[in-house]
């Protein structure tokens, strides 16, 4: 069995040098903030969305978190990735969304197939993705969760482990054993 292509998992030294650089800007200058929105917004409100299942709920948390994050910024320590603790005021603010809501989203959306799609390869991808779907949401929260910081968000393991507060070769352990795991339950 293949295993699922993986973006490149090293952030370069560079890129966390430059992060710690906005973030020291940002300290002192709120509109240096905007370096860091700019370059993480898209991902936190992918992430977002796919926790949600709705646009302007992920709107506004995306928001939220960017505010909450401006907020706490001076309290920030640089000990690992901005970006894990970026997400884990992302992950509060939807887990506190839900506390209120009391409703559980799935993770894959209606319109991930192409329109353009030919009406047969439709018809299969639609099946495929209903299996898959109903495997997902039968998945534990926690499961859930590895499935939107690495797929949806596209965190490096070593992010996903600080987010999730776990050993990086165990974040990257859990996700494979999980795809394997749905790949198995897919071909059955």
């Known amino acids: 069995m293949e295993k699922p292509l993986e973006r490149e998992e090293e ?23 905007g370096k860091l929105y700019d370059r993480y917004a898209r991902s936190i409100f992918r992430y977002l969305l796919s926790r949600v299942g709705n646009l302007q709920v992920a709107q506004d948390l995306t928001s939220q978190t960017f505010i909450k994050a401006l907020e706490a910024l001076p309290a920030y320590r640089q000990r690992g990735y901005f970006s894990a603790w970026l997400f884990s005021i992302a992950r509060n603010q939807s887990v506190d969304y839900f506390r209120r809501n009391k409703r ?60 999730l507060r776990i050993r990086e070769a165990a974040a990257k352990q859990r996700v494979y054993r999980l795809i394997n795991r749905l790949q198995n339950e897919m071909e059955d």
């Open 104 to 163: 559980w989203p799935a993770i894959i959306s209606e319109e991930a197939i192409d329109p353009q799609t030919d009406p047969l390869s439709r018809v299969i991808m639609t099946e495929r993705q209903q299996k898959l779907k109903a495997l997902i949401a039968a998945l534990p929260e926690q499961d859930e969760e590895l499935l939107r910081l690495r797929y949806v968000s596209e965190l490096s393991f070593a992010e996903m482990a600080q987010v």
């Open 11 to 33: 952030i370069s030294p560079s890129a966390v040098d430059q992060e710690a650089q906005q973030v020291e800007a940002a300290r002192s200058d709120p509109q240096a903030f």
